[in-house]
């Protein structure tokens, strides 16, 4: 079975640009959330989807969006990069979202790096 | 592929010794927590949960411990192995948010 696939694995762009980020989550799953993990740091939570309705969102600015489509398939958005946005983007899928009361074990997938000139 | 262990604590063993990595919690009231183990180039990988109702929780050569005094989680490997070297991280839920916060890491480095 597949796992949680990403795309692009890695991509450079420069500063004031946009970038789109896409997560495929593990089939039969309806969660989906997003991680940003700086080099050297753990993953930082950036939202959460589940059912197409945003679930969660961590503390990163509005230049940050997402969404999540009727597939339960998402799509991460940065907008006006800076050079910190530079990180490993993580997608995670679950069977149901963290704060219910089964237990949500995250699937991650590999990423997507991007970086920032 | 890319490291994601630069500046982190790192933990050196001998391949078939225990190791015992050990994480400080941010927030009492977290009620779940989880270990994550996670290689170069890859994304985290679920080792072992634990709810805040229990104090132990053993899996296949991995147990976790909690103790919700001092706030400290600890993941210890038995006989530990090459495959296990690995950037390694704790995760907290806190109680009414269905968000995970991860801690900063730890490296696992396994000499054969």
């Known amino acids: 079975d597949a796992g949680v696939t990403q795309s692009p694995t890695h991509l450079i762009k420069t500063r004031g640009q946009q970038v789109t980020l896409r997560c495929s989550p593990i089939s039969g799953h309806k969660s989906v959330s997003w991680y940003q993990q700086v080099l050297g740091q753990g993953p930082q939570f950036i939202f959460q989807?589940?059912?197409?309705?945003?679930?969660g969102r961590g503390n990163f600015p509005d230049r940050f969006s997402a969404r999540q489509f009727p597939n339960y398939s998402s799509e991460l958005n940065v907008n006006a990069l800076l050079l910190g946005d530079s990180a490993l983007y993580l997608c995670?899928?679950?069977?149901?979202?963290?704060?219910?009361?089964?237990?949500?074990?995250?699937?991650f997938g590999e990423g997507s790096r991007l970086t920032v000139l | 592929g890319e490291s994601v262990g630069l500046h982190l604590p790192t933990l050196s063993v001998q391949e078939g010794d225990n190791s015992i990595i050990n994480c400080a919690y941010s927030?009492?009231?977290?009620?779940?927590f989880i270990w994550y183990k996670q290689e170069s180039g890859k994304g985290p990988q679920f080792i072992i949960d634990i709810r805040s109702n229990m104090d132990k929780r053993q899996g296949q050569r991995v147990t976790v411990l909690l103790n919700k005094t001092v706030k400290h989680l600890s993941l210890q490997i038995a006989a530990t192995q090459p495959g296990d070297s690995a950037v390694y991280f704790c995760?907290?839920?806190?109680?009414?948010?269905?968000?995970?916060?991860f801690g900063k890491g730890t490296m696992l480095l396994v000499s054969p």
């Open positions: 927030n009492s009231a977290s009620d779940y």
């Open positions: 995670a899928s679950s069977l149901s979202p963290l704060g219910t009361a089964n237990t949500g074990e995250l699937f």
């Open positions: 995760a907290e839920r806190a109680r009414r948010y269905s968000t995970l916060t």
């Open positions: 989807y589940y059912e197409k309705e945003e679930r």
